[in-house]
């Protein structure tokens, strides 16, 4: 019972001029120690979004260089398509025509 109420009587009394100079020594030390932290914790997480964003760079890079190829093919086939076309297409009007000049004559 009496250290019970000690300890309520010592943390009613405001605390004394040495009280609080100790305390000043101890909190100087422990914020020093936790804005180190602190700026470890920062550094640690820019170093990581920086990573975070160079891969995040090299994918888009990698997939843009994979579509342009897939367009380069794709322009290829078609123009490929297109000319066996035209060719098919000239041959058959040629065709036609002859028949025509043939039948008419």
Known sequence: VTFGLGVLLGSTTPP?????HLAGQV?????????AIAQEVAE???DQAQSGLEQ?????????????????????????????AKDDVTSQARGAADDLRSGTS
Not at 62 to 68: C, F, G, I, K, P
């Open 27 to 35: 909190m100087e030390p422990v914020r020093d120690e936790a804005q």
């Open 56 to 84: 995040a760079k090299q994918v888009a890079r990698e997939a843009s260089d994979e579509v342009t190829s897939h367009a380069r093919d794709a322009a290829q086939d078609v123009s490929q398509h297109a000319g066996k």
């Open 16 to 20: 004394s001029r040495e009280e609080k």
């Open 44 to 46: 640690s997480a820019k």
